[in-house]
């Protein structure tokens, strides 16, 4: 399917939804709404260092929300011919509920602007077998460059759809979206030798960028699995953990979970009354955009079809914005918030950023990497707890730096608090990575984490 296919597609959806919309409102339902999302794929799928399978799917989903007496009912289905069904069943659902509340509503429609980029016309001249080709030259790159390298799966992919969100209220914004993906799992093994577990991916509009990130993301994914061989046990002590970009997010998941209205509303939330104060080191400083072009994570509108707006989160350590749906801002006493409704069409729209970076800092990595009794998690796998912020678990594919040495670890845990360590952060670099061509994030050193090791004198 090629773009002008897709948007009469669009098209025709938005005749069909605005004649059942317009039934709804006839029988008395005031606030329908109905969120619709099309996909197509094509895909390549590797398996065990060989090319396994590929595979074409397309699929069209419609989430209907309706809400009466204050009150929200949601059913999904895949048959367009089932949508006013699906709205009386939404309505049953609503009105059966014994909890209503005043700030359930659905929310006015606001003027959307839409983002250059998402769809590139060259993406229809993507099929099968550039697909195959870019699979099959990854796999002759790792054979020939790093046969110790086990590929365990991975795969290679051409997607392409439109999500619309319609309602009673008037909302109507649609949305083109295409993008090429690649991604690997794996690790080095060399005889009884076996490296930690690794696993990166690559996303562009077009061939031209995606094979730029496919093959500078490939690349460094092969060094790792390289460089996790030969691991050992240390000694446990208190030092510097440093954070690489793909691993910044991750590290700081229930930080930004927290930040969300949901977490604020119910009391589980540690910033819900630090709006305006410095919550963080004044080098951290977060930023909300999901307004640039062709960025993979980028879209004019949320889940409930209001607009993404530009916003910043912390700035210098301060904290500037939380993270509302419609329904999560009427309960914080706000009119409406923009952007920050989450979500598809088989849920009902919850609360989260859309696309962040994180600002650079004025250290080079350089210079970080100089850093005594350092050890660099490129990934953590463990527990952490979003209310209290603790958390702990084993440092994966890490190693430990200490002046010019880097020494491959393993069997290493860290803990601490998350709230705590936003104010052990020592250096940020000004180096940034674009991650997945969405996200631009520096590395992060944070100093006074506590260190356990396994090493007999540990």
Not at 31 to 43: D, K, N, R
Request: proline share 3%.
């Amino acid at each position: 399917m090629i773009k002008k296919e897709f948007i009469q597609k669009i098209e025709n959806t938005k005749d069909i939804l605005t004649i059942v919309l317009q039934k709804a409102k006839n029988s008395g339902l005031a606030e329908v709404e109905i969120y619709t999302a099309y996909g197509s794929s094509l895909e390549v799928s590797l398996e065990k260092n060989d090319i396994n399978a590929s595979s074409y799917s397309e699929e069209t989903n419609y989430g209907i929300r309706v809400i009466a007496n204050h009150c929200q009912g949601f059913v999904t289905t895949n048959d367009p011919n089932t949508l006013w069904e699906s709205i009386q069943e939404a309505k049953t659902l609503a009105i059966v509920q014994n909890t209503p509340d005043e700030a359930m509503e659905l929310p006015d429609p606001i003027d959307v602007r839409s983002v250059d980029g998402l769809y590139l016309d060259e993406i229809d001249d993507v099929d099968f077998e550039y697909l195959v080709g870019a699979a099959k030259t990854s796999l002759e790159e790792k054979n020939l460059h790093y046969p110790k390298v086990n590929l365990d799966s991975g795969n290679f992919s051409l997607s392409k759809g439109f999500k619309l969100v319609v309602s009673t209220k008037g909302i109507m914004a649609a949305e083109l979206n295409s993008e090429m993906s690649a991604n690997y799992m794996g690790m080095a093994v060399d005889g009884d030798d076996i490296g930690s577990f690794d696993y990166d991916y690559a996303i562009g509009r077009n061939k031209e960028l995606f094979a730029k990130n496919l093959n500078h993301s490939f690349s460094e994914f092969l060094d790792r699995c390289m460089g996790g061989l030969g691991a050992k046990t240390i000694s446990g002590f208190k030092g510097n953990i440093l954070i690489p970009p793909e691993s910044v997010f991750d590290f700081l998941g229930d930080l930004l979970a927290s930040m969300t209205g949901t977490q604020i509303r119910r009391g589980r939330s540690k910033f819900g009354d630090k709006m305006g104060n410095q919550v963080a080191s004044n080098l951290l400083t977060i930023f909300e955009d999901a307004r640039i072009p062709g960025f993979s994570g980028s879209t004019a509108f949320d889940r409930e079809g209001l607009p993404t707006v530009p916003k910043e989160v912390i700035q210098n350590g301060v904290l500037k914005n939380f993270f509302y749906n419609h329904f999560e801002a009427k309960k914080a006493g706000l009119k409406t918030s923009l952007g920050n409704a989450s979500g598809g069409s088989g849920s009902l729209p919850s609360c989260g950023p859309k696309q962040l970076e994180i600002m650079p800092g004025e250290t080079s990595l350089a210079e970080m990497l100089k850093q005594t009794k350092t050890i660099l998690v490129n990934r953590f796998s463990g527990s952490s707890d979003t209310s209290s912020g603790d958390f702990s678990g084993v440092v994966k594919g890490g190693f430990l730096l200490d002046g010019s040495s880097k020494i491959p670890i393993k069997e290493t845990l860290i803990s601490g608090n998350i709230y705590g360590v936003l104010n052990q952060i020592a250096f940020v670099s000004r180096e940034r990575k674009l991650l997945y061509s969405s996200s631009l994030v520096p590395w992060i050193l944070i100093e006074g984490i506590d260190i356990v090791g396994t090493d007999e004198n540990s």
